[in-house]
C-alpha cells in the first residue's frame, strides 16, 4: 500500500518563502511511480497542475504560473518531494497535493493521469 503525506503548510505573508514536502511510505518510489507531481486546488477552482518531476533524471516541468518561483526536487534515498516556493502571492493560496503517476509520457500534467494522492496541505498567503 502506497501512502503519499505532505507536510509543511501553514500562513505566511506575500513575497515569503515556504517548503512543502511530500514523504511516500510503503514502498520506494521507482517501484510505484515513473514521474512525481504537485497539485494545487482552492476553493471553487478546479485542482490545477504545479510541478512534476521525473524519476528517472531530472526533468522538471511548471505551469507557467510559478515558473520561476517554485522548485520542485527530490531525494530518493529519503522516498521524499520537495516543492520549494518563493515570491508568494495570495494567488497561490490553496490546499497542495502531492501525487504519482507510472506514465511514461514526459510529465504528466493532468490529475487524471496520477495514482496515488496525498491528503494535502494547507498554503495561505495573506497580502
Known amino acids: 500500500q502506497v501512502q503519499l503525506v505532505e507536510s509543511g503548510g501553514g500562513l505566511v505573508q506575500a513575497g515569503d518563502s515556504l517548503t512543502v514536502s511530500c514523504a511516500a511510505s510503503g514502498r520506494t518510489f521507482s517501484a510505484f511511480a515513473n514521474a512525481m507531481g504537485w497539485f494545487r486546488q482552492a476553493p471553487g477552482n478546479e485542482r490545477e497542475f504545479v510541478a512534476g518531476?521525473?524519476?528517472?533524471?531530472?526533468?522538471?516541468f511548471y505551469a507557467d504560473s510559478v515558473k520561476g518561483r517554485f522548485t520542485i526536487s527530490r531525494d530518493d534515498a529519503k522516498n521524499t518531494v520537495w516543492l520549494h516556493m518563493s515570491s508568494l502571492k495570495p494567488e497561490d493560496t490553496a490546499v497542495y497535493y502531492c501525487a504519482s503517476s507510472q506514465r511514461r509520457i514526459f510529465i504528466p500534467t493532468g490529475a487524471s493521469l496520477y495514482d496515488y494522492w496525498g491528503q494535502g496541505t494547507q498554503v495561505t498567503v495573506s497580502s
Open positions: 518531476i521525473k524519476l528517472s533524471g531530472s526533468s522538471t
